[in-house]
Antibody, heavy 117, light 110 residues
Framework: EVQLVESGGVVVQPGGSLRLSCAASGFTFDDYTMHWVRQAPGKGLEWVSLISWDGGSTYYADSVKGRFTISRDNSKNSLYLQMNSLRTEDTALYYC??????????WGQGTLVTVSS | SYELTQPPSVSVSPGQTARITCSGDALPKQYAYWYQQKPGQAPVLVIYKDSERPSGIPERFSGSSSGTTVTLTISGVQAEDEADYYCQSADSSGTYENVVFGGGTKLTVL
């Protein structure tokens, strides 16, 4: 059974930093591209970033480019999102997700990031 | 930036057919994916590569594509199908540089 478990979401002040983690199990982690997708309270889904199976390619939404960094450790079956220079508009539930072609076939339950003074 | 456009809401009676559209200029060249999200839950993939149905998804869910519009069809809608539905695709560059979700459609079962 595929499982994706996010952690690291907390309340942080504007301008602060945070690192999210996602522990993956139930599939061969290093075979798959992985995504981060977020959802602000009461809003729709917003793609944030993705990383290729080997970490060699990364892509970002314009809204986070230059502030967020995606990475992975295949030896630990883990995905990460380093978030710097956080803004109030980054407040959201952050989902870790496993790629299926250009889409996503499995999602975690999310970790909540709140940016507030 | 690339956008996918969905109607904000669709309403149908139980047993009827619901059709949710998603429009985008790159859809003739890129596959679309559809997700169902119920309140307080993570999204669930219901259609991939325009019209493929993952295992475990009921046969009443189907997808189709025509030009710049893709459509999610739910035949014989049931009360449990009430949810938000999102389409997702990428722009026509052929890379992941612009993965995008539609704004979502709230399906109400009357």
């Amino acid at each position: 059974e595929v499982q994706l478990v996010e952690s690291g979401g907390v309340v942080v002040q504007p301008g602060g930093s945070l690192r999210l983690s996602c522990a993956a199990s139930g599939f061969t982690f290093d075979d798959y591209t992985m995504h981060w997708v977020r959802q602000a309270p009461g809003k729709g889904l917003e793609w944030v970033s993705l990383i290729s199976w080997d970490g060699g390619s990364t892509y970002y939404a314009d809204s986070v480019k230059g502030r967020f960094t995606i990475s992975r450790d295949n030896s630990k079956n883990s995905l990460y999102l380093q978030m710097n220079s956080l803004r109030t508009e980054d407040t959201a539930l952050y989902y870790c997700a496993k790629a299926l072609y250009e889409g996503v076939d499995y999602w975690g339950q999310g970790t909540l990031v709140t940016v507030s003074s | 930036s690339y956008e996918l456009t969905q109607p904000p809401s669709v309403s149908v009676s139980p047993g009827q057919t619901a059709r949710i559209t998603c429009s985008g200029d790159a859809l003739p060249k890129q596959y679309a994916y559809w997700y169902q999200q119920k309140p307080g839950q993570a999204p669930v993939l219901v259609i991939y590569k325009d019209s493929e149905r993952p295992s475990g998804i009921p046969e009443r869910f189907s997808g189709s594509s025509s030009g710049t519009t893709v459509t999610l069809t739910i035949s014989g809608v049931q009360a449990e199908d009430e949810a938000d539905y999102y389409c997702q695709s990428a722009d026509s560059s052929g890379t992941y540089e612009n993965v995008v979700f539609g704004g979502g459609t709230k399906l109400t079962v009357l």
